[in-house]
């Protein structure tokens, strides 16, 4: 992604941003800078947090659709491209392979978990007891590609990581993403512990263990998102890591739901 840095585009390349010379007319169309507008970014995503929480279904996928454009239009304001979001026409292609290519590797890591005694029970969960097919496809097909990958690569691995890595570099970019994304788990994670059998039997079902729970799934989730930039730094595509985050999640509900 395009890195304007006042010290010269040598600067860039060492912080790990490709490079673009910063022409006049960039510069007029930047009416914000950097730093207020990753702050403004983090501040939608707060209350698209708090939103998508307490109301899900149609709600929550067009809150997800629009906090997605928002976010978009924040990175233009700023003085961002295409090539800053990951979404560049001329990267797509290359993305998409990646991103065929990480799907099919896990579900081939789904596939021998699921048939191993020893990691089956990884997969169970007591949110999938009722759940019939037709709500398991509109998981799948739906809630997971709109509701969770679209608005989370857009302000994680798209819009927070080329605002900061303009400004400080790949390591401060992947950092800084992957810790908010870390944070934005901490509601979704609330009740994981007694979702879990497995992670009921590690952490059981009291206060402490659900706080534990919660700590846990942050580490977690801000660690798969230094995969997840590392994945679009590689690729320079955003479709990369989209790839591997549906998988991650739409897989894991078909294999819990079968292995009900």
């Known amino acids: 992604m395009p890195c304007?840095?006042?010290?010269?585009?040598?600067?860039?390349?060492?912080r790990g941003c490709p490079t673009v010379s910063d022409t006049p007319r960039?510069?007029?169309r930047r009416r914000i800078g950097t730093w207020p507008a990753v702050?403004?970014?983090?501040?939608?995503?707060?209350?698209?947090?708090?939103?998508?929480?307490?109301?899900?279904?149609?709600?929550?996928?067009?809150?997800a659709v629009v906090v997605s454009v928002l976010l978009l239009g924040v990175l233009r304001w700023a003085g961002g491209t295409w090539v800053d979001a990951g979404l560049a026409p001329g990267t797509l292609a290359g993305g998409a392979r990646w991103a065929l290519a990480l799907i099919g590797l896990v579900g081939v890591v789904y596939l021998a978990g699921a048939l191993l005694p020893a990691t089956s029970t990884l997969f169970e969960d007591r949110r999938y007891d009722g759940m019939k097919g037709t709500e398991l496809m509109m998981r799948v097909l739906v809630l997971?590609?709109?509701?969770?990958?679209?608005?989370?690569?857009?302000?994680?691995?798209?819009?927070?990581?080329?605002?900061?890595?303009?400004?400080?570099?790949?390591?401060?970019?992947?950092?800084?993403?992957?810790?908010?994304?870390?944070?934005?788990?901490v509601l979704p994670s609330l009740h994981l512990a007694t979702a879990k059998p497995a992670l009921t039997t590690v952490f059981g079902d009291s206060a402490l263990g659900a706080a534990l729970a919660v700590l846990s799934a942050v580490l977690f989730t801000a660690a798969a998102g230094v995969v997840f930039c590392e994945l679009r730094r590689r690729s320079g595509s955003l479709l990369?890591?989209?790839?591997?985050?549906?998988a991650v999640n739409a897989l894991g509900y078909l294999v819990g739901f079968l292995l009900r």
Request: contains cysteine.
């Open 4 to 14: 304007r840095d006042p010290d010269g585009p040598e600067r860039c390349e060492v």
């Open 26 to 28: 960039s510069r007029r």
């Open 39 to 63: 702050g403004l970014t983090v501040a939608v995503l707060v209350a698209a947090n708090l939103v998508m929480h307490r109301w899900s279904g149609l709600f929550g996928l067009v809150t």
């Open 144 to 185: 997971v590609p709109v509701g969770t990958v679209l608005v989370e690569e857009i302000a994680f691995r798209g819009v927070l990581y080329g605002l900061v890595c303009r400004a400080r570099g790949a390591v401060w970019a992947t950092a800084v993403s992957s810790l908010l994304f870390g944070l934005w788990h």
């Open 240 to 246: 990369a890591p989209m790839g591997l985050h549906w």
